[in-house]
């Protein structure tokens, strides 16, 4: 079963839908509902060896008039109500962050930054790798994320700006970060 938007499904194409016997959660607002969150955790209780992938865990985003929920709670809801650990595929886990400098030869983990506005998907789950992140206050910052997450950012920044022009500081004076 496909929690995703139409235009995401188009990359699980070649994904049978018919008689699901998996969970996939990514950002879909428009089938976050009672209906289709009961329909998953049937499935997921129901279906031999049954898996729970989301995208990622995000707790909220932002949008136009505010801040949203994020995948996150959903994915939480049916672990809670299933008893099974979700695959986290996307932020903030481990992997998705290897795999996002595995093609760059010869550069290290810790010669990387992570630019983001999320203190816990993009900077906790980079810093846990041991990438550099640096906190923007943009988007769904809000005041006192910094002091969230232990530890700390390697950076609190006003802006995206703020913070390409740190990094090419950074490099130009010889750190490889």
Do not use: W
């Not at 509902?33 to 009961?38: A, G, H, I, V």
């Not at 996150?72 to 996002?100: H, N």
Request: glycine content about 8%; overall charge negative; charged content about 20%.
């Amino acid at each position: 079963m496909l929690f995703l938007e139409e235009n995401a499904q188009q990359d699980f194409k070649d994904v049978s839908v018919v008689d699901p016997n998996s969970v996939v959660i990514g950002l879909a607002p428009s089938m976050f509902n009672y209906e289709k969150l009961t329909e998953a955790f049937n499935c997921l209780k129901n279906a031999d060896n049954a898996e729970l992938i989301a995208i990622n865990k995000s707790r909220y985003l932002q949008r136009q008039h505010g801040l949203v929920l994020g995948g996150g709670a959903f994915v939480a809801a049916l672990e809670y109500s299933t008893g099974l650990t979700a695959t986290v595929v996307g932020k903030p886990s481990r992997k998705f962050f290897e795999q996002s400098i595995a093609d760059f030869e010869g550069v290290e983990v810790e010669d990387c930054v992570m630019i983001g506005d999320d203190v816990q998907d993009d900077v906790a789950g980079a810093q846990a790798i041991g990438m550099k992140g640096i906190l923007v206050q943009t988007g769904k910052y809000r005041p006192g994320d910094e002091t969230k997450i232990n530890p700390a950012p390697y950076l609190t920044l006003p802006s995206l700006v703020d913070a390409i022009d740190h990094v090419i500081e950074l490099h130009s004076n010889g750190c490889e970060t």
